[in-house]
């Protein structure tokens, strides 16, 4: 039986949901940050996010098949807390959540 690749980020599906121009923007800068701590930390699989003008692809689409271990660990267990706190009005640049959770991650595995 086949694994199922799911989604883990899907710039197309978000960016469908919502016409406004901030959704829009608030959605490029998360992606961006996002997926550049990702590429940064070397959690990505085959994949780059990244247009050569250092801009965010908005047809991107993260599978579970483009992240390491830690990556998939990363989504399960830190960045629905790092979204929640963005939802509620936190700065999207601070990414202080995804560094502390990598590193709870990659020590846990010592």
Known sequence: MNKV????HNIPVLLSANKSDA????????STVLLGFLKEHDLLV????????GKVKEDFVLR???VTS?????????VPGWS???DKGGE????????????KIREGKR
Do not use: C, H, T, W
Request: overall charge negative; cysteine-free.
């Open 92 to 103: 999207i640049e601070n990414i202080s959540r995804l560094e502390k959770g990598l590193q």
């Open 70 to 78: 830690d990556g998939l660990e990363l989504f399960k267990k830190v």
């Open 23 to 30: 959704y829009r923007d608030q959605i490029i800068r998360v």
């Open 5 to 8: 690749d799911l989604s883990l």
């Open 46 to 53: 085959e994949a780059d996010p990244f247009g050569a003008d």
């Open 64 to 66: 579970m098949s483009n």
């Open 84 to 86: 929640a706190y963005i």
